[in-house]
């Protein structure tokens, strides 16, 4: 059986990230940039006050002297002239600093009368002044390549006067589910009937992990249905199947789409929930077999596709982020499988994460999945574990799953 | 000077969710229920199986015994007749156990030959059966309303067969950007001007929180213009204005919207950055003020506003969640404002976090703000703080900001 680790990188190794398209700039939220942001100017351009009040000399501005105000500055509209002796400018927050001025009489230091301005406290030279470029520097990089853009960065772009971002494009992403059994939710059911829920719950993860899906129609247990569906996601970034990858004699993902030529590797994981795991390219598209079991399909939805899709996407190397919590209660020792146990998360008085992990695990109790908020992960012939040790986890809910 | 919590006590307790939509299964990822979610039937619906093998009677299913195999039970087809003594039927994973079979035969312990099956393992009675029910019985109260929808809950939704989820409308946000000094990124920008950054990343945040925002055209800093721009706000779920909300002579959003009757409250809120807020309603709409520094907007956007349209989208009294960590670097103490301070987050040996803030603080730096990973929380009046002491933060990435 392969390790999680050298199963993932394997994976990861094959695919290269999508080429980049032009976005406007609200469009490039969670988007992931193609080329880094430099800034096309200065911010701010030029010396500028930090507040509202008036722009001054500062050797002319002790406390009782009275200066002469012979203009003002809102912001957008420069002081044109000069600052001279005992004059003083109006300025108000973001305003440039007019020529001659090296300080900022605060508004609520001065006494605004019919002949100028009473100084009520001394003011220091460069005081309440912004630098130019306090922020940034016209050419200074500021946002690189490779990086998910939040908010701030949106504002940041925008600051930096960039109406259009390149990213990449987000992985498109078909999603086939196989199986006789199953059928969509609310369509019509036979006896020994399922309904599908791999396929949406993948789409959803892919979606949360910045690529599109594409669900393809189920198809039946029959190997030229599966074959002719898998050729339709031609032209995608990656073929996710779901169900036909365990060891029965309903293995028919593998069986299907082997003879056609197409490389198929197939693995036993050394992980539970989600042993089977098929993994090749159809013609130029990778493909990711996924188990059929509600449970399996999404554990290693997060543990495979998640950082596939990542790397198709243009984080490469980009791995679900591993957390540290305290052990909410006893676990036995583990056997050779790497564990994925669905657990809850609280917070201690510390504000540390304690992770318990349900009593039961079977691999097809999707409600404990949706309840969880964690993935708890147990190495490989790990030992019994008190409550209150260390353990290591994945918390769905920053992976927006 | 309101203090942060009585200031967004006001805003939330004003704020109603908006009505519900009926969106299809794939639409629901991300979106905030507004009923709850029933099991529409039982899963499993029957016993089934749990491995491939043989469905068996446990009592003639010792070591050394040899089965009759009467047929095959794939999942989706169920074997319709009755199993009886010495007799086993081929059954694979997820399929119905049939009637008289109260054990499963593993594949692996099991050998098959013309003559039937030789058991190679002792089976034990109900082992490796799933019971009906084991995830959910029909009517079982699976997703409650006021649930955003995690990938996980969508898989659920979909095997509880729902095609269709009523959640809460996503609410529409207006936001104006109001000033005579700002021009939209790639535009002509005259002398002393500036790109506008607010309203891309406040559009940006209101995505994150769930809502739709509406950027307006820019209103000049006139009071004509800002009440003509805000009226064309109405039948939006909030309007958002950032600027002209400070202390100075251009206060001109509280002026524009005060005389046509509108009731605006001014408020200056104890905190840095962000001291000045606008709270009100415009008609029926309600109007929050944000500052129009590119960081206090922002941090006003992350404590006032998304909790907003949390409430608004059906999650009522939701907070921005506070975290725990150490300092990294010691803090002065605090004065009387509540202080967020930019930081970044390292994890320590123990895999806690150790927040670090920014030594510059200025508002006016968004690169710092792009560049921190979460706002540090000082309350009024904190005393000093040495490096290792427990702070309080916002993890911005938690929030998708």
């Known amino acids: 059986m392969l390790s999680v680790a050298e199963a993932r990188e394997r994976i990861l190794g094959g695919l290269q990230p999508v080429g980049a398209e ?7 939220w969670g988007r992931v940039l193609a080329a880094p942001v430099a800034a096309r100017l200065t911010q701010p351009p030029a010396d500028v006050s930090a507040m509202d009040g008036y722009a ?16 003002a500055a809102p912001a957008g509209h420069p002081f044109g002239g000069e600052l001279g002796p005992n004059q003083a400018v109006r300025i108000f927050t973001g305003a440039a600093v007019p020529t001659g001025a090296d300080g900022i009489l605060l508004q609520e230091d001065a006494e ?18 912004r630098r130019a470029g306090l922020d940034f520097h016209v050419g200074e990089a500021l946002l690189p390549a490779g990086r998910r853009l939040t908010a701030r960065d949106i504002g940041l772009a925008a600051a930096a006067n960039h109406p259009w971002l390149s990213v990449h494009r987000q992985p498109r992403v078909a999603i086939l589910a196989t199986g006789d059994e199953i059928s969509l939710p609310g369509d019509p059911m036979g006896a020994g009937g399922i309904v599908s829920s791999n396929a949406h719950a993948l789409a959803a993860l892919v979606r949360a992990a910045g690529g599109v899906p594409i669900v393809l129609p189920i198809a039946r247990d029959d190997a030229e249905a599966i074959a002719a569906a898998a050729q339709s996601a031609r032209g995608c970034d990656l073929l996710v199947t779901t169900g036909g990858a365990s060891v029965g004699e309903h293995d028919l993902v593998q069986s299907a789409l082997g003879p056609a030529g197409f490389a198929l590797d197939f693995w036993k994981i050394a992980m539970r929930p989600g042993k089977p795991l098929i993994w090749g390219r159809l013609g130029t598209t990778p493909l990711l077999g996924l188990p059929g079991n509600p449970v399996s399909s999404l554990v290693c939805g997060v543990v495979f596709l998640w950082p596939a899709i990542a790397a198709l996407g243009g984080r490469p190397g980009l791995l679900p982020p591993l957390r540290t919590a305290r052990l909410g209660a006893a676990l036995a020792a583990n056997d050779q499988r790497a564990d994925f146990l669905r657990a809850t998360l609280k917070r201690d008085a510390q504000g540390q994460w304690v992770a318990t992990a349900f009593p039961a695990q079977d691999s097809s109790m999707l409600k404990t999945m949706a309840r969880a908020d964690a993935l708890l992960l147990r190495a490989p012939h790990a030992p019994e574990a008190p409550a209150g040790s260390s353990v290591e986890i994945l918390v769905l809910d920053e992976l927006g799953l």
Chains 1, 2 share one sequence.
């Open 22 to 28: 032009t976005v406007s700039l609200p469009e490039g």
């Open 56 to 71: 001054v000399r500062a050797a002319d501005a002790v406390k009782g002297a009275r200066l002469v105000v012979i203009g």
């Open 112 to 129: 605004s009368g019919a002949d100028g301005v009473l100084v009520q406290e001394d003011v220091h030279p460069g005081r309440w002044i």
